[in-house]
Each structure stands twice: as C-alpha cells, then as structure tokens.
C-alpha cells in the first residue's frame, strides 16, 4: 500500500509541473530578436443588426429644436450612467433593420457600420434642421467571458477595436490550468451562430479576422488535458488515502 501511495504522490508532482511553453502567448523564435516583427493587422468595421442599441445626440445652437431626439433616462438624474442607463437612453434597431425617430420616422441602418449610419441620420435630419450635428455611438457591445479564467462574465466594451487580449484582460487573464491553444469564439451573425477554435500561442492570430471583439461575442477558454488528469489524481489520492486509514485502523483492531 505505501509503495502504491508513493507512486501516486510521484505522478501527481510530476503531472503538477507546468512548463514555461504551456503558458506563453504568441511564441515565435523571431519575437525573442531585438528588432520589431511586424504583422500585417485587418480590421473590419462592425455593421450593425437587429437588436443593437444605439446613442444618438443631436446637437444644435437651438436646443428647442433639437431636444426631441435626445432621449433623457429618469434613472440618471444625478449624473450616474451605467449599462442599463445607456440602454434605456438609446435607440434599440427593430428586427427590420430600422431606427424610430422624431419626425424622420424610421431610418433604415441594419448593415451599416456605425460612421454609415451617423452620416444617414445627418443627411435626413438636415432635410428638417439646419445647422444640427448628429453624434451616433453603438452602446450595446458586451462580450462573455467563460472557462477557465480568474473572474468570468460579461463585459460592456467601449472601444470599438477592442482586441481578443483585452477582452481576456477584462476577465483578469487566463489561469495556469487555461489551455492556450484551445480558445472557442462563439460569435452572432445575422444567419446564426458561428463557431471558431483559436490558438493564442499562435503569433499569426493577429493577422485573423477573429483578432478584434465584436458585439455579444462568446470567449470559452477550454481547460488542459493535464489540468484535468491533476485534478482526477487528487481525488484518487484522497480516495485512496481513506482507503489506506481503514485498512490501518481495521489491522489495529485486529
């Protein structure tokens, strides 16, 4: 019995043992050189769907005319803005693509991008105002974060370039039992759901289209294989310990 204890006691040392090349993200030889690599980044420009929630402010040297767009939150009289207030403050677009607004009526922005949608609403609204400036933000950019990290959840996002690493970082990074090559993305499209495996120890992964964070994505952080090995020899050490207990108090009352 001893000889098995000792034997399970080695492998669970040895299996606890996490390698330098376990955790490191974007590894490649050239990146331990003094000089910069560059990588060749694209980024596409969020279009807008059914469900977005936007902000939008017009502005104008005549506030009487303008002050009709401006949605005010009640919940927000005191200056103190949070997720629920910006969305009660905001424009939500219907399942046809539209907006509703005073006096243009709806504004179709379903399959713009944001900068699209703000020069619409200007081109409409100078139609009615002269003078006024439309200011449009998308408000409605939450990610989730999931598995294996150090505080899971959701996350409202207020760069519109935000980057995988920094949606990580808003979870408080990865922990030690994460497994770097295997991150799903689950992101919405207007047809459905899609789903990506990514690789952080990857350096290319910059060069993905999947790089940059986009409304209501899904990270899922998958555990390692070792991870779950160590924690499957801990419980059998454990069983076995008791195991071990009784055997010893049921030879001492013999």
């Not at 693509?97 to 399959?111: C, E, F, Q, T």
């Not at 497994?179 to 350096?203: A, C, H, M, W």
């Not at 899904?218 to 069983?239: C, D, F, G």
């Amino acid at each position: 019995m001893r000889k098995i204890l000792c034997y399970l006691l080695l492998s669970i040392v040895i299996t606890s043992c996490i390698s330098k090349k376990e955790l490191v993200y974007m590894q490649n030889e050239r990146l331990k050189e003094n000089t910069p690599t560059l990588y060749n980044t694209s980024y596409q420009e969020y279009e807008l769907q059914p469900n977005d929630v936007l902000s939008i402010k017009v502005l104008s040297v005549q506030p009487e005319l303008t002050e009709q767009f401006n949605i005010i939150n009640p919940n927000n009289a005191f200056g103190i803005s949070g997720p629920s207030s910006l969305y009660l403050s905001g424009y939500s677009i219907n399942k046809e693509g539209n907006i509703r607004l005073p006096i243009l009526g709806d504004v179709k922005v379903a399959g713009l991008t944001p900068q699209q949608a703000e020069e619409r609403v200007q081109r409409d609204l100078d139609k009615y105002i002269n003078d006024a400036t439309v200011v449009l933000k998308l408000i409605s950019f939450k990610i989730s974060v999931l598995g294996e990290v150090r505080n899971p959840g959701h996350f409202y996002v207020y760069n519109e370039q935000a980057n995988l690493l920094e949606g990580l970082s808003m979870a408080g990074d990865l922990t030690q039992g994460a497994s770097r090559e295997n991150l799903k993305l689950i992101r919405q499209k207007p047809g459905g759901s899609e789903i990506v495996l990514l690789d952080l120890k990857d350096p290319n992964l910059v060069q993905s289209q999947y790089y940059y964070l986009k409304p209501n994505d899904v990270l899922y952080v998958e555990p390692r294989k070792t991870q779950i090995k160590r924690e499957n020899l801990v419980i059998v050490s454990a069983a076995l310990g008791v195991i071990s207990t009784a055997a010893l108090f049921l030879n001492f009352f013999r």
